[in-house]
């Protein structure tokens, strides 16, 4: 064995020729990046003395662990970026690892798949949405947000409190003719017409950044003090707005927990590895006076047998060193770490105030810690658990997968059932009943094939579940047979034997009784099946169960979903058909224009008269009666 490298691939440069490049570096703090010999960047680092610190890595390998033993074996170039301090040199350290992607170095895994809340600053009148972009355009950018349905909900109480434009026209450049719908029903109060002013609309703007930062006692001692100013002027109108804008603010904390007594704002990292090493999950609680207001979770790749403190010490850079907006005064961390003064120097500067980084000894600021802790090892135990799940549902070699034949073994079926649908029923009361077809392809939803349907009531009002789930599978089997589409291999309903008898009764009819059929009852998972007296029980871990558990709780889910929007719609009608004058034809005219009660409520007469059927007197009418719902103004 000569060592040699294969004919036709270049070798890297020798140690002597990289001591040379090593000494010819200035002593001044920078970044430095290693090559390989086809030019891709192996490794980033920072140093206060450049000189110093690239030699470090050419001298005995003796004390040196594997990582850097291999590293250094196969650099062929150094190239270095000198800049005025560490501060600066940790910052572009950071930016050059997210560019390049370096194997030896620790790696934040991408975090775009999470949104963001945009504020585009920058513009006169600024909008607010949802994005997954980030770009450098100055605009204010809020997040990452893991609980995509918490973040919306607060945005939309949010815009309910303060009338945010939502149009996309750049004022003052583009206008549009005529204010839009918006400014018609309440929404909005039409700047690009002129009807806002701008210092008025960035006022607004400045609450929600403060509302959406977490600090809302500010936001409510404001707002308390101009509700009084409105009520002493005898602006009532002005005066009902800002005590609507109140009620929101205690609507979103009221989602928040709280759990710092002495309402202290700062933010706990906590992080988890997994045994061997190369998993770890990061997480960061945010806490803003006394209340947990976000959770934002990321992932280290390529760590190693790296130490926790150096693990830490990438999560701190990689959650904070790329941040320009919602800096906390104090971080807390559960161990120190390896540059973090200069993470402090860097943040300080940034966020023009004294920052720290603390590791709490006792309290409940240590109990915070553990519970950030709990939550990096239950997301890392959560993601393992998918990733297994995943597998089971991964197609092997092109055929079927692993769960789909362990659940043909488990039923005994002749071939893998890799299509499935799942029916389940909702009622309440007996009222707005709805039944439910899902479909799986692989153990995923395939959402195209997802059916929905309103049961039909009998001549006495009463429909059992058993009779409910005999007409929604009849009704999708007919429809399914009459029009040629393709059948599921497997059927399943949510229930236990008499919902099983109820659909083979329906498939019977329908002429598709040779499809396998199954039902899944809830409390002890048990399978029940046509041709066996006794359930099956799988064990919980067993993949096929999984299978039609996930089944089963979308179907339930699709189902719950449609009946609530049945039930919301009911309740819209029931209130708006007490009311003198207002029939099915004009209620459903104005629930089509309007969407919901409250904006109704919050129309002027003239508004209500546009819509067609409704005149001046019905329109007073209404608001009369709406009005009657809400207690008048709190001056």
Known sequence: MTGEKPAGRPT?????????????????????????????????????SLRARVASYFGAEAGRSVKLIRLGREIDSIETFPVRSEAEALLLEWNLIREFGPRFNIQLRDDKSYPYIKITVTEPFPR?????????????YLGPFTDVGAMRRALRTIKKMYTVRSCHYRMPEELPPRPCLDYHIGRCKAPCAGLQSEAD??????????????????????????????????????AAEL????????????????????????????????????????????????????????????????????????????????????????????EPFDEQDLVEEYLSGLADRRFRIRVPVRGPKLELMRAA???????????????????????????????????????ELGTPARDLVCFDVSTLAGRESVGSCVWLRDGRPHKDEYRKFRIRESEDGRTDDYAMMQEIVSRYFDRRVREGHPLPDLVVVDGGRGQLSAARQAMDTAGVSDLPTVALAKREEEVFRPESA???????????????????????????????????????????????????????????????????????????ARTPGIGRVTAASILSALASDEPGPEA
Request: glycine share 10%.
């Open 128 to 140: 607010i949405f949802v994005t997954r972009r980030l770009e450098d355009d100055g605009s204010r």
């Open 534 to 608: 006794v359930p099956l029980r799988l064990p919980r871990t067993d993949p096929g169960l999984q299978w039609l558990q996930r089944a089963r709780d979308e179907a339930h889910r699709f189902a719950l979903q449609y009946n609530r929007t049945l039930r919301r719609r009911r309740a819209l009608r029931s209130r708006l058909g007490e009311i003198r004058g207002v029939g099915p034809e004009r209620e459903q005219l104005l629930l089509e224009r309007f969407g919901s009660l409250d904006i109704i409520r919050r129309a002027t007469p003239a508004q209500l």
């Open 12 to 48: 890297p440069a020798s140690l002597e020729a990289l001591r040379e490049q090593g000494r010819a570096l200035p002593r001044e703090p920078g970044v430095y990046l290693f090559r390989d010999t086809a030019g891709e960047v192996l490794y980033v680092g920072k140093a206060k």
């Open 373 to 411: 802790n709990r939550n990096a090892t239950h997301v890392l135990a959560r993601d393992r658990v998918g990733q297994v799940e995943a597998a089971a549902s991964e197609p092997v070699n092109g055929g079927p997968p692993p769960a789909a034949v362990r659940l043909a073994e488990a039923l």
């Open 243 to 334: 005590r609507d804008v109140l009620r929101g603010l205690d609507a979103l904390e009221s989602r928040q927990a709280a759990i710092d007594p002495r309402g202290g704002s700062h933010d706990v990292i906590g992080f988890a590895r997994e045994s061997e090493g190369e998993s770890v999950c990061g997480i960061v609680l945010r806490v803003r006076e006394g209340r947990l207001v976000g959770r934002r979770i990321h992932y280290l790749a390529r760590v190693g047998d790296e130490a926790d403190d150096a693990v830490l010490g990438a999560l701190v850079k990689g959650f904070y060193l790329r941040q320009t907006d919602d800096v906390p005064s104090e971080l807390l961390v559960p």
């Open 201 to 238: 609309y960035r006022a607004m703007v400045d609450d929600i950044l403060e509302i959406l930062g977490g600090r809302t006692g500010a936001v409510r001692r404001s707002v308390k003090r101009r509700m009084a100013e409105a009520a002493d002027t005898l602006e009532y109108e002005r």
